[in-house]
């Protein structure tokens, strides 16, 4: 079992843009360290102001600790080529000589957030378009699905990707906003040859607490391993109780990656109790979203989506926590 301390909380390490397409947020992203150039890439969700419009961009990092944004690529993704409306909440991962990006996003021809998938032979782009891989069609689903910031690499062509409902519909619903988690698997064994099947035990229930608890609803959740044991972060919400709602970072521990028979499910952010550490000046209750983990040298940073929910701009904070197996 894993001893985590909280080191410190950095705070907000990437704002919005002053103005332009990433102004009304800069966040709902995934870190990929490259070891070839010893380099952090943040692969993020910008939108503009009233989210009119969200695309990807990428800024990178030596430390981790200081992003610049690469404003002669951004935004990565052409969404006018690809007929989308959005696309958002990128995973990064690498296959062989090809980088792959899953993302979720909408057409411009209507419907709910599916997911798609592209490639490239280089982290800067350009981004070439593969198809989309699944629509919304079991009923837990919703109108809308969306993505967790973390790829499991299960052997060298097959990835787990975890995702999640965002709205429900109302015959299935509980009365209230509820979200849970499945996962999707890829089989990927060139750019032109790519499978996705959805878990067949899907939706993961079982890890949503009961309605008023910190884990009533499950979204978005980053992923690590450590050892033999495999950690699952969600972010999670109280959404029965009404607005302003009550949000946290979830911390699952299993010895499987599919989190079947979980040996514990704990909080590992307090959104009400630490929000002033993490938004100094926050008027509000702090939102939470898309933890995305990187271990580093003894020590867990986990990035996440961070939001003053009276001021409505979504930025990108940082949290480091020392790890002891």
Known sequence: MIKMKLKVHQ??????????????????????????????????????????????????????????????????????????????????FQIKNNFFM????????????????????????PWRFIKQLIKPECPWEGNDIDLGPSAVKLNE??????????????????????RTLGIL?????????????????????????????????????GYFKLGSSHYLLPAASTYSIGFPYEQYIGLIE??????????????????????EKIIPDVESEIALDTPCPIIKNDELWLYYAAMDRSRRIWKTALSIYSLEV
Do not use: M
Request: hydrophobic share 35%.
């Open 254 to 275: 299993d010895s499987s990656p599919y989190f079947l028979k979980p040996t514990k499910i704990s909080i590992l952010i307090d959104g009400p109790k630490e929000k």
């Open 185 to 221: 698997k890829l089989r990927i064994n060139s750019p032109k040859d790519v499978e996705a099947y959805r878990f067949d035990k899907n939706p993961l229930k079982h890890l949503n607490g009961p309605k008023g608890s910190w884990n009533e609803s499950l979204f978005c959740p």
């Open 11 to 92: 705070g907000i390490i990437l704002d919005a843009s002053r103005e332009g397409w990433d102004s009304g947020a800069t966040t709902f992203g995934t870190v990929f360290y490259d070891e070839a150039d010893r380099r952090y890439y943040f692969f993020y969700t910008g939108a503009s102001p009233h989210w009119s419009q969200a695309s990807i961009g990428i800024a990178t990092s030596q430390d981790g600790l200081i992003f610049r944004r690469r404003d002669d690529v951004n935004p990565i993704i052409d969404l006018k080529n690809l007929k989308l409306k959005e696309a958002v909440t990128p995973v990064v």
């Open 102 to 125: 899953v993302f979720s996003g909408k057409k411009l021809s209507g419907g709910g957030r599916r997911i798609f998938i592209a490639y490239s032979g280089d982290l800067f782009g």
């Open 157 to 178: 062509n097959e990835i787990l990707i975890y995702y999640s409902n965002v709205s429900n519909k109302p015959l299935f619903g509980p009365g209230y906003w509820f």
